[in-house]
């Protein structure tokens, strides 16, 4: 079994989303590609954020960084207003 799960990940991605307000992944697949896309920022030199990397593969790390929170999700929305 995969720890986290995709649901404990989905959990403490949207724990800051306040009620009303639409989460910032709906689907387990937004996990993946979010994961992916910093275990390839890994691969390609970038530093990891915690502690006790050395020997892990970046895909853990990256999940790692995730549920500890180093790492977040931004919405497309919030993508979209850094950009202007």
């Keep these: 079994m995969i720890h986290p799960s995709y649901v404990e990940l989905m959990k403490v991605v949207n724990n800051?989303?306040?009620?009303?307000?639409?989460?910032?992944?709906?689907?387990?697949?937004?996990?993946v590609i979010a994961t992916a896309k910093r275990?390839?920022?890994i691969i390609g030199g970038d530093e990891p954020l915690v502690e006790n990397a050395k020997g892990k593969?970046?895909?853990?790390i990256a999940?790692?960084?995730?549920?500890?929170?180093k790492v977040k999700i931004m919405g497309e929305d919030a993508v979209s207003e850094d950009n202007e």
């Design 16 to 31: 800051d989303v306040e009620i009303g307000e639409e989460p910032v992944v709906n689907s387990r697949y937004s996990i």
């Design 39 to 41: 275990a390839r920022q």
């Design 57 to 60: 593969k970046p895909l853990s």
């Design 63 to 69: 999940v790692e960084e995730l549920y500890t929170g």
